[in-house]
């Protein structure tokens, strides 16, 4: 059987947001995935594979390395590889680039949430943080929310400005609070391990979606934006206890489990009342890393 290797370029000519977010969905109506995570820690350097298994759809095995020093060496701070296998007899389908599986994975994951979970009328977004995953959450937001207006937040200025740029519609603020105060939906894609976005800044019909946090030590919410929204997540096994945007809250009683109402498996239940705060934990796990994969080579075959 030929290995398919698809590359960023080539994956990038196949796909769109809403088929993926189809896709998505679609892979949350088959067998609950089986998936493992390992970490691995130098300081703040980190190897995290992860792995999945989806009966019907394959296998697949993505290992990141997040080396937040890369910046300074002019290297992304995220990079590594993504295998699909055959769920038929385990042997290898495709390597798939592997800033193109995460790139469309993220976004997509959050965006999948926000089609369910954010006003359809959302007519201010703001985008807090300004790295290669905001960049990807202008462009997936966009695809849903065309005539939206766009506003970047950024502790580097001249980072949010060269984003900003790049993009019809999307300005730049300086005032992190009064930008929370005045949007639609906030969605977070920061690395710090201390919450930037304080919850009495939110207001009722507002949509939040936190992407960055991804250790146990990592939050970007306070427990006062948890405790005042409807709660949300990609997947329960893969975030409540590992994420510590759910993790230390459970740890200090601001929230319960039973506080997190739904994840991608109860999609049906994903819905708001006009007046809600809806917040969605993008966990970004493996069995999502499968589905985008498997999703990507489908649409590379079927475009050949």
Partial sequence: ????????????????????????????????????????????????????????LGLAI???????????KGLGTVNGMMSLLSDHDGTLEAMID??????????????????????????EILIVGAGAVAASLRVAYGAIFPDA?????????DKARSLAQNFPNTVVVHDLESAVRNTDIVTCATS??????????LRPGQHVDLIGA????????????????????DSRETTLHHIGEFAIPLAQGSITEADILADFYQL??????????????????AHLDLMTARHILTAWRDAQ
Avoid: C
């Fill in 149 to 157: 207006r766009f506003a970047i937040w950024n502790r580097s200025q």
């Fill in 62 to 72: 993505k290992a990141a390395t997040i080396f937040p020093g890369n910046g300074e």
């Fill in 98 to 123: 592997f800033h193109l599986v995460t790139k469309w994975k993220t976004a997509g994951d959050s965006l999948l949430a926000a089609r369910h979970l954010a006003r359809p009328d959302s007519q």
């Fill in 268 to 285: 049906p239940d994903f819905h708001r009342a006009p007046d809600d705060i809806t917040l969605f934990k993008n966990g970004g796990g």
């Fill in 192 to 201: 710090g391990t201390q919450p930037i976005l304080q919850g009495e800044w």
């Fill in 214 to 233: 991804y250790r146990p030590d990592m939050q970007e919410a306070d427990a006062t934006a948890l405790k005042r929204a409807k709660i949300f997540t």
């Fill in 1 to 56: 059987m030929t290995v398919e290797t698809i590359s960023f370029g080539d994956g990038e000519k196949v796909l769109n947001w809403i088929a993926l977010t189809d896709a998505l969905a679609f892979g949350h109506t088959l067998p609950k995935a089986t998936v493992a995570d390992s970490f691995l820690y130098r300081d703040q350097d980190t190897l995290l594979t992860r792995s999945a298994w989806i009966d019907g």
